[in-house]
């Protein structure tokens, strides 16, 4: 079955670039989109077909997709962005995440 | 404003039944491929099932393949998750998400919005 790997923990200072990885078999011919999920809340589409952002997403989020990574990058982070992200593909017709970054912003 | 709500999670012993359902609100209901999503408690999301519009076409994690069956009713805006034999690995929160753009190949699908989950605990 298809896999994407995430790294578990990214840290980053408040203000600098965050980049968060999405390992996958040829994911760069498959669309990716990334989910950011706070505690106690459910996930919230912040890049969606690779590059996407939906309306109320901050510009500071960004994606790409290219031969076996995507990559979320939140650039100029700020606290509120601490969250655990999770990327997502489609393998054929059957949904698959990857296990979660947890992003600390210290 | 789109809603989907999800009900029907509880407490039940490892082997038994218990039916999910996701009301779904502020969109065209019929015109949308919904997904069930879980989460176990402290770990990530994992993709359960998902549904056609229609309902004719429906796809499983292997996880769940043979036990949990995915359906829906258009004229009551709601999708259901039959679940049976349960274990206790299906211990999660299951959230219901609307699928957007899940037809264009290669699949371009995404969850825009989700439910506040409901809590299955299987447990003796």
């Known amino acids: 079955s298809y896999e994407l790997t995430q790294p578990p923990s990214v840290s980053v200072s408040p203000g600098q670039t965050a980049s968060i990885t999405c390992s996958g078999d040829k994911l760069g011919n498959k669309y990716a989109s990334w989910y950011r999920q706070k505690p106690g809340q459910s996930p919230v589409v912040v890049i969606y077909?690779?590059?996407k952002r939906p309306s109320g997403i901050p510009e500071r989020f960004s994606g790409s997709n290219s031969g076996n990574t995507a990559t979320l990058t939140i650039r100029g982070t700020q606290a509120m962005d601490e969250a655990d992200y999770y990327c997502?593909?489609?393998?054929?017709?059957?949904?698959?995440f990857g296990g979660g970054t947890k992003l600390t912003v210290l | 404003e789109v809603l989907v709500l999800e009900s029907g999670g509880g407490l039940v012993q490892p082997g038994g039944s218990l039916r999910l359902s996701c009301a779904a609100s502020g969109f065209t209901f019929s015109s949308y491929v919904m997904s069930w999503v879980r989460q176990a408690p402290g770990k990530g999301l994992e993709w359960v099932s998902i549904?056609?519009?229609?309902?004719?076409?429906?796809y499983y994690a292997d996880s769940v393949k043979g036990r949990f069956t995915i359906s829906r009713d258009n004229s009551k805006n709601t999708m259901y998750l039959q679940m049976n034999s349960l274990r206790a690995e299906d211990t999660a929160i299951y959230y219901c998400?609307?699928?957007?753009?899940?037809?264009?190949?290669?699949?371009?699908?995404?969850?825009?919005?989700w439910g506040q989950g409901t809590l299955v605990t299987v447990s003796s």
């Open positions: 997502q593909a489609w393998d054929s017709s059957t949904g698959v």
């Open positions: 998400a609307k699928v957007e753009d899940y037809y264009v190949s290669p699949n371009k699908g995404y969850f825009d919005y």
């Open positions: 549904i056609s519009d229609s309902g004719g076409t429906t």
């Open positions: 077909q690779d590059t």
